[in-house]
């Protein structure tokens, strides 16, 4: 039982330091907050954090990490659906990939800063490398069934991931809402395309979840 009590307590630390590390990164930026921030908010020794984490960097891995994380349960909801199409599984985990909880925005908006461009940089970063499996596996069960043409599911994945979430990511691009659909329609006109479906297939099924200009 000891031995249980002092792994609970291990990790009980662990979830608190990085409770505490993603309120002060979105509160006063990831710059701006120094690991004596973090030290001086939970009031623990400077030791006791370096027990846990090598860094600063390496607890906002973990921030980042544990937001992709709930990303991730959202998009495997999607994924494990048997009653989906495999065109309707890749729109939906597309929906899926939004920022959903308060906590998932705020941190969204904080990357966006100037300031905060190494922890947008390792959001986009593990976003791509965390979901292109996923999207993989889709593909590969599309082209299984003959809904897809693809020689290259993981490829083609990785490229779409990078071009949509860098595109459409605000805090990158500043795009005109109008200018945006049409981004969104090119997006989705490029998957058809790299799946091999018939033009206007994807775009059919994206106007169910979301509204165009």
């Given at each position: 039982m000891a031995a249980m009590r002092v792994v609970k307590e291990h990790d009980e630390r662990k979830q608190e330091i990085i409770d505490t590390a993603e309120m002060l990164f979105t509160e006063k930026g990831y710059d701006q907050c120094s690991v004596n921030d973090i030290l001086n908010a939970i009031g623990i020794a400077k030791g006791t954090f370096y027990h846990y984490f090598k860094s600063k960097e390496e607890v906002l891995d973990a921030v980042i990490a544990r937001t992709t994380d709930q990303i991730m349960e959202r998009?495997?909801?999607v994924a494990g659906e048997k009653n989906l199409t495999?065109?309707?599984k890749l729109l939906q985990v597309f929906l899926?990939?939004?920022?959903?909880?308060?906590?998932e925005q705020a941190l969204l908006e904080?990357?966006?800063?100037?300031?905060?461009?190494?922890?947008?940089?390792?959001?986009?970063v593990a976003c791509v490398n965390t979901l292109t499996p996923v999207?993989?596996?889709?593909?590969e069960e599309g082209v299984e069934d003959g809904s897809?043409?693809?020689?290259?599911p993981e490829q083609y994945m990785q490229i779409f991931l990078a071009s949509s979430v860098t595109l459409l990511d605000e805090g990158i691009f500043q795009?005109?809402?109008?200018?945006?659909g049409k981004i969104?329609?090119?997006l989705i006109s490029l998957l058809e395309k790299m799946l091999g479906v018939e033009e206007g297939v994807f775009l059919m099924i994206a106007q169910g979840y979301w509204q165009f200009e």
């Open positions: 998009v495997l909801s495999p065109e309707e899926a990939m939004k920022a959903d909880q308060k906590t904080e990357m966006h800063k100037t300031e905060n461009a190494l922890m947008h940089q390792k959001n986009l999207l993989k596996q889709i593909v897809f043409r693809c020689a290259y795009v005109e809402p109008e200018k945006a969104f329609e090119a």
